[in-house]
């Protein structure tokens, strides 16, 4: 499924750093060290995304020494709320090629996170799909 739109803002960015993602029981403690990285003056240009539900805790976050197991592919962004079908349209060469993934969606735009031994494999999937990326993407098909 091809993006909705021909749009820059709708290019891919491959992440250089590598991502951990750290499931809790929705009775525990968010790690202090995670509510830290949320202030103004701990915060840095990277992401962090905590995710309280009933059932449980999700945490996502930079991996130190790039130790982490999962690769990010951000749409560039931003885009307009009202635009729909993104991520179903960005998922589905994806799922195609039975890659699994983490969805992480703000505001603005919209992350996905792949096993870092799959990225090489999404990247062609949605290229072969239509998706553009970015110059300077630390990974480029």
């Not at 990277?46 to 976050?61: M, N, P």
């Not at 790039?66 to 349209?89: H, N, R, S, Y």
């Amino acid at each position: 499924m091809s993006p909705p739109i021909n749009h820059p803002c709708l290019h891919l960015d491959v992440l250089g750093q590598t991502f951990s993602i750290k499931k809790y029981a929705s009775t525990d403690e968010i790690p202090s060290d995670a509510l830290r990285a949320l202030s103004v003056s701990e915060a840095r240009s990277g992401i962090i995304s905590i995710t309280r539900t009933a059932e449980e805790i999700s945490l996502v976050c930079e991996a130190e020494e790039d130790q982490g197991e999962w690769k990010c592919i951000k749409i560039v962004g931003p885009m307009e709320f009202e635009l729909t079908g993104v991520i179903c349209a960005f998922t589905t060469p994806l799922k195609n090629a039975a890659i699994p993934v983490f969805a992480i969606s703000t505001w603005n735009t919209d992350y996905v996170l792949v096993p870092k031994e799959r990225i090489m494999d999404a990247i062609y999937a949605l290229s072969a799909d239509g998706w553009l990326f970015v110059e300077g993407s630390s990974i480029r098909p």
